[in-house]
């Protein structure tokens, strides 16, 4: 069975930093593209960030500088370190996997995790 769990969400100022966490069981993680993806309020999932197994990456242009997504394979683990957040990043941050950079608008497990919530204030 294919868990995502997220953690590490919370209220902070415009300016400052998070780290969101993404444990994963029941998946070759290995292989997988991990990928974090956001959904604010009102407004489509779309993709924060991806990175494949050996660390090439990809970002939303409106995050670019700002995050920065790794992953530890030894602990199926998937972070993205979030620096100078801005209100409009307010949003529940999901993690799922892709088969490639290039198909992360096809996420590959239906089943999301309950997300972790990141409120930015101004």
């Known amino acids: 069975q294919v868990r995502l769990v997220e953690s590490g969400g919370g209220l902070v100022q415009a300016g400052g930093s998070l780290r969101l966490s993404c444990a994963t069981s029941?998946?070759?993680?290995?292989?997988?593209?991990m990928a974090w993806y956001r959904q604010a309020l009102g407004k489509q999932r779309e993709l924060v960030a991806a990175?494949?197994?050996?660390?090439?990456?990809k970002y939303a242009d409106s995050v670019k500088g700002r995050f920065t997504i790794s992953r530890d394979n030894a602990k199926n683990t998937v972070y993205l370190q979030m620096n100078s957040l801005k209100p409009e990043d307010t949003a529940v941050y999901y993690c799922?996997?892709?088969?490639?950079?290039?198909?992360?608008?096809?996420?590959?497990?239906?089943?999301w995790g309950q997300g972790t919530q990141v409120t930015v204030s101004s």
């Open positions: 990175i494949t197994y050996t660390g090439t990456t």
């Open positions: 029941g998946i070759i993680f290995s292989i997988n593209v």
């Open positions: 799922n996997a892709a088969r490639s950079l290039s198909s992360t608008s096809a996420p590959l497990y239906a089943d």
